[in-house]
T-cell receptor
Framework: KQEVTQIPAALSVPEGENLVLNCSFT??????LQWFRQDPGKGLTSLLL?????REQTSGRLNASLDKSSGRSTLYIAASQPGDSATYLC????????????FGPGTRLSVLP | DAMVIQNPRYQVTQFGKPVTLSCSQT?????MYWYQQKSSQAPKLLFH???????NEADTPDNFQSRRPNTSFCFLDIRSPGLGDAAMYLC????????????FGSGTQLSVL
């Protein structure tokens, strides 16, 4: 059964710092991996989707990498801003024939002005 | 431009009083999901529809039911809410499932008194 963990659970950094969020999954036979952002009391917004054949994806100041063999993904945020403060979650398909996704518990990020 | 719309944003119900949450989408996606998310936890899948095909997670309580009368709408019915059902309920869609991005609504925060 696929399980997803995220480290750290919470992170507080000063504005301008570059930072890395980590996601680990137990079954490396994944089709893709998604990173989401969740603001307090809101739904999730998709940030990046990395296909299993890709090693990384970039969108603006965000860069996500995927290492299937080690069961890890990282989300790199460059030059962090207070507006980046949110919870960041990763998700992978439960398996490669259904429609279910398994989510990690998220990393709560605070960027201090 | 809202693509996945959940109503209401906040719902308060009494212990044991049936409640219905609604979700609509303008994306014409085949798959619609209902997730339950409790504070600081990962979203947990309750069930999903692939078109009209209903898929219930094994550990979803019988208290939770769902209806999808057409492509655009999906409802979550909680027949007899308990205090433990207080949570954020998230509706999501995907074109075909695990190969595609997930799109979430803003969620409905359910309180049970």
């Amino acid at each position: 059964k696929q399980e997803v963990t995220q480290i750290p659970a919470a992170l507080s950094v000063p504005e301008g710092e570059n930072l890395v969020l980590n996601c680990s999954f137990t079954d490396s036979a994944i089709y893709n991996l998604q990173w989401f952002r969740q603001d307090p009391g809101k739904g999730l917004t998709s940030l990046l989707l990395i296909q299993s054949s890709q090693r990384e994806q970039t969108s603006g100041r965000l860069n996500a990498s995927l290492d299937k063999s080690s069961g890890r993904s990282t989300l790199y945020i460059a030059a962090s801003q207070p507006g980046d403060s949110a919870t960041y979650l990763c998700a992978v398909p439960q398996d490669n024939y259904g429609q279910n996704f398994v989510f990690g518990p998220g990393t709560r990020l605070s960027v201090l002005p | 431009d809202a693509m996945v719309i959940q109503n209401p944003r906040y719902q308060v119900t009494q212990f044991g009083k049936p409640v219905t949450l609604s979700c609509s989408q303008t994306l014409n996606h085949n798959v619609m999901y209902w997730y339950q998310q409790k504070s600081s936890q990962a979203p947990k899948l309750l069930f999903h529809y692939y078109d009209k095909d209903f898929n219930n997670e094994a550990d979803t309580p019988d208290n939770f039911q769902s209806r999808r009368p057409n492509t655009s709408f999906c409802f979550l019915d909680i027949r007899s809410p308990g205090l433990g059902d207080a949570a954020m309920y998230l509706c999501a869609t995907s074109m075909t499932g695990y190969t595609e991005k997930l799109f979430f609504g803003s969620g409905t925060q359910l309180s049970v008194l």
